[in-house]
């Protein structure tokens, strides 16, 4: 077990750790599932954030929920992208944080998943909070403690 006999950086807020929205790739509602896959294969992310044209969080989008809506019996249904909306086939039930929330919640919330969304009161999308950000923070004040 790794005894830490400062645990004040849990405490601290993530705002600092945030990846601000405007450098976060994401569709917005009404988007055809055919756009929400272009921008998923040309980022390489594995999943994005669906915004409304307020640019409040409603949801995420990645290739497997768009793949599983276009499989047919036997076939993958291409044609359909066109046609099948962002909203239609979004996740919409996922942890959400917000920006004054502490490292420690953030830090249990991103064992099971790769990123977080973060919005404010209202609801608005103000970025993403990675796995990969965090680990990194807490490599780096474990360091600190041992040195």
């Known amino acids: 077990m790794i005894s830490l006999p400062n645990r ?9 750790f945030i990846i601000s ?6 569709v917005q509602i009404g988007n055809s599932a055919e756009h929400a896959l272009l921008v998923l294969t040309k980022t390489g992310y594995s999943a994005i954030p669906v915004l409304d044209l307020k640019y409040r969080f409603r ?19 291409y044609e359909r992208l066109p046609d099948l909306k962002v909203e239609d086939i979004m996740e919409t039930d996922m942890p959400l944080i917000r920006p004054d929330d502490r490292f420690q919640k953030a830090l249990d919330l991103l064992i099971d998943q790769n990123f977080l969304c973060v919005v404010d ?4 999308f103000t970025g ?4 990969r950000v965090m680990l990194k923070q807490l490599k780096k004040r474990l ?5």
């Open 59 to 77: 949801g995420l989008i990645n290739a497997q929920r768009i793949t599983d809506a276009i499989l047919g019996l036997d076939h993958i249904e």
């Open 8 to 16: 004040d950086f849990l405490e601290a807020k993530i705002e600092d």
């Open 128 to 131: 993403i909070l990675t796995r």
């Open 121 to 124: 009161d209202a609801g608005m």
């Open 21 to 26: 929205s405007e450098k976060v790739a994401h």
């Open 143 to 147: 360091y600190q403690l041992h040195d």
